[in-house]
């Protein structure tokens, strides 16, 4: 498996829950495991998305960011992505 992290910065930090809501049939449209999100200070998030595998994720991922970007007045601050080593979930 390979996971995605892309941090986010939102004018509005309430729009985040909508617009991953409203994101995750995309996700799993193009291929995506699971998806989570994280408030992770007053007006930002984080998300994290597993994949299948690397190609899956890079195939999928720039375009996905960009959609979320359409949808509510928001930026990608910061990104990175892996091999995923260990899952207890």
């Known amino acids: 498996m390979f996971t995605t992290f892309t941090d986010w910065e939102f004018t509005d930090i309430g729009a985040m829950e909508e617009t991953g809501s409203n994101m995750w049939p995309?996700?799993?449209?193009?291929?995506?495991?699971?998806?989570?999100?994280?408030?992770?200070?007053?007006n930002t998030a984080r998300t994290?998305?597993?994949?299948?595998?690397?190609?899956?994720?890079?195939a999928a991922v720039d375009g996905?960011?960009?959609?979320?970007?359409?949808?509510?007045?928001?930026?990608?601050v910061a990104t990175a992505g892996g091999e995923t080593k260990l899952d207890f979930s």
């Open 26 to 42: 995309k996700m799993q449209a193009v291929g995506a495991l699971s998806f989570k999100a994280v408030q992770t200070g007053e």
């Open 48 to 58: 994290m998305i597993q994949w299948p595998d690397a190609a899956t994720a890079q």
């Open 64 to 76: 996905l960011r960009a959609a979320a970007m359409e949808m509510t007045d928001t930026k990608v």
